[in-house]
């Protein structure tokens, strides 16, 4: 199985995590407290903003409710002059009262009546014009005659209320480029019996300024906070007073053609021009709402996105509304400064958690680093020796295979000279058999030294087998031993392994770069063997080549064949004469028999090497012998192998 990519990771390091520890712990709480009283004082604070928005606005309303109540009753007062009603009655009805006496007091209600408007005029400093008007809607009386000609004459809207219905009226708002004032007309009807609609003989109009109002709207520019300040509209949306001179005589909802077209006919704010748009959905919904005070949030310019808290009364005597406005984030200051101080906290103590955090991490870390570098170290030497343990189990097992392939070879060579042995001993048989061909000195000599020959042979053998067996107990043992290295050097390599996995740990704790792990997960089997074979060191001995097995048993060749020379005679030959079968030991060479080491001790006979021909030049066996005197006798198993 393929051996997994390690993975490097990046951690942060130890003080670095205690340091973010000791943030988290100082801010989570602070940041809690902080958020819970915003949610609750910010709640708080719109509410009491909304409630002092509330208190002003009534408070501002009243008072000019109040102001253009004192002065429709300053009409009231004087159109219910005997004098003002003595003059329209001695001048309007062709039969007046007689109690009247027209024909005598007429000039003096005339005079009264005049002094009468001038009481008017200093009634308030912002009357700037008092004219009584009969049935028909002239002038009778004026205060002031310049005055009276540059007034326009008073709109059928407002005489049909008051000739009609007998009640007062305050005319729409008028702005006076010239001058730069907003003024309305009062009017007031004048009765000929008081209460009764139906005897109203003229009425009574005043012209007056609206600076009183102006003032008090202007006076509110900043009064709730920065940003804060209120204005009037009358019924149709158009704003009437303004701090802001841009937005006085523009409406905050549309307006229909024919209210466009009166007010431009009228020039009612001194010019023909249209009454500009400045649409404000929350102001125009409120402004359609029934009910007499209303709070609201929303936008004070159209396309802003500044939120204000705006609070609404509608005034009783007038149509016209009363807004008083303040941004949201000025309501809230309070609460933003809050979080704005804590914000300041919370810096200065996650400035002092770090610095704790990392004084103490850097305490705690120092230790274990050096303990992790320690482990490293002794992780390094384990691997080490493991890899030096694999290497001799490496070259232990491949002596071993040496071994074996070598006892393998000696077992050929065994196994071959008792094949050799066995043939002598057939041959020395055979030749005992066929003695009779031979000359009886010659026969018995040479079957005497095949017969020795073989026996010395079969000896060896036998102890060289027991080699064998002591080589193949040694083999055993030693690939025991090769095996309790290679267990070792597994086990070794588990511990590097493990303790790796112990440095990793270490690492984890204290942060950086972990080490990967030098194994796969699969490298090891339960009882603690590695599955993978080991790897192959930079230099190997290179192995013997090993002896060629025996014929049959693989790759091994044979080896050379013991001297069985008998088995390639001819016994067809025929048998030489006993002159020619050599003579004493000293005239047949090296191939004769020489007797001088007995054959208990089975050392290799003179000139005999194991491979030559025991029977040299002019030897026994350099004659060959007739091919008609070797023949084999039938059935008796015995071929030239």
Known sequence: ???????????????????????????????????????????????????????????????????????????????????????????????????????????????????????????????????????????????????????????????????????????????????KHAFVRLYTPIFAQPGKADSVLGFLQATLNLDYVWNIVNGEHGLNGDGSYAFMTDAHGVVIADANASDRFTTVRPLDAATQNQIASEKRYGTTATVPDRILPGVATSLDSSATEDTFEGIAQPGSGTQYQFVRVRLTDVPWSYFVLSPVSTVTRVADDQVRTSLISAAVIAILAVLIGLFIGSRITNPVRGSVEELQGASAALKDLAARQENSASEQHWVVDACRTGLEGVRYLSDAMNQAAKRIIDASNWFNEYWDRLTEEQARRTVHHLTELAHYIDEAARRQQANNDRMDKAITVTQQVSDQLVSGATAANRSAGRLEQVVDDLQNLVGGRGQPHAFPDDAFAPDGRMQQPMPQMPYMPQPMQAPPTRPGGGQMARAPQAPVHFGQMDPRAGMAPASQMGGPPSQRGAGARSMRNPPSQYGPPDGFDGYGDPYGPGGPRSRALPDDQWGAPAGSGWDDR
């Open 1 to 179: 199985m393929a051996q997994r990519k390690p993975r490097e990771r990046r951690r942060l390091p130890l003080s670095a995590r205690l340091s973010l520890l000791v943030l988290f712990a100082a801010l989570i709480p602070l940041a809690a407290v902080v958020g819970i009283n915003d949610f609750l004082s910010r709640g708080t604070l719109l509410n009491q903003g909304r409630a002092a928005l509330s208190t002003d606005a009534n408070a501002k309303s009243t008072l000019v409710q109040t102001y253009i109540h004192e002065r429709l009753l300053d009409g009231q007062a004087l159109a219910t002059l005997p004098t003002a009603v003595g003059f329209l009655a001695c001048a309007e009805m062709p039969t007046p009262p007689a109690d009247l006496a027209c024909d005598t007091q007429a000039d003096l209600y005339k005079d009264s009546s005049q002094r009468a408007l001038a009481v008017g005029i200093v009634r308030d400093s912002n009357y700037t014009l008092w004219s009584i008007y009969d049935a028909t809607g002239h002038v009778q009386l004026t205060s002031s005659a310049a005055a009276q000609k540059n007034s326009p004459p008073p709109t059928t809207e407002d005489t049909d209320q008051v000739l009609k219905n007998g009640k007062q009226r305050v005319s729409e708002v008028y702005y006076d480029p010239g001058t």
